[in-house]
């Protein structure tokens, strides 16, 4: 089963505690954070990810952008972003795909959960993330743990002239 995760992006910017100080500073650096983060979690969670954004605060037509692999929709001008996601939950639901919806608005949950995708709320994403990295900093340590160490301890000044004997520095 494929899974997707739809992400209200300003409703998320607005709950973590982290984006809400970047967007104190600027707008535009809590989005390319969020962006940063969503992308992390799919490259991990294996999950299709589409941020979407109310076009009010970006002004333009609809937008639809690929930036490190995860979508991200610019909402047309006089649509929200709750239309836009009502609008994907609709279009992407279906036997053999599991729609997400990440938003603490309370209106959304009940729309897109009245037509089959299942809620996460921004606390509940967070909280997801951050298991997710602390599995991945667990995985790298165990990985680094594993790699075969010399058999001979050696100070690091010889092992550098042994490195450049190798590749002929020397």
């Known amino acids: 089963m494929m899974v997707v995760l739809i992400v209200d992006g300003y409703n998320i910017i607005g709950d973590w505690d982290e984006l809400k100080q970047l967007k104190k500073k600027d707008l535009s650096q809590a989005r390319d954070r969020l962006i940063e983060r969503m992308a992390e979690y799919q490259a991990y969670s294996g999950a299709r990810v589409i941020i979407v954004f109310d076009a009010y605060y ?47 608005d309370y209106t959304e949950q009940r729309v897109t959960f009245g037509q089959g995708a299942l809620r996460k709320s921004a606390r509940e994403l967070a909280i997801e993330f951050n298991n ?32 450049k004997w190798r590749r002929g520095d020397l």
């Open 58 to 104: 970006v002004k333009g037509i609809e937008n639809k952008l690929k930036q490190y692999k995860v979508e991200i929709i610019y909402t047309k001008e006089k649509e929200t972003a709750d239309e836009c996601i009502e609008r994907l939950v609709k279009k992407l639901k279906n036997v053999k795909t599991q729609v997400y919806v990440a938003t603490s």
């Open 132 to 163: 997710l990295e602390r599995e991945i900093s667990h995985n790298v340590s165990q990985h680094q743990k594993s790699k075969p160490q010399s058999k001979i301890p050696l100070p690091d000044d010889i092992l550098e002239k042994f490195e």
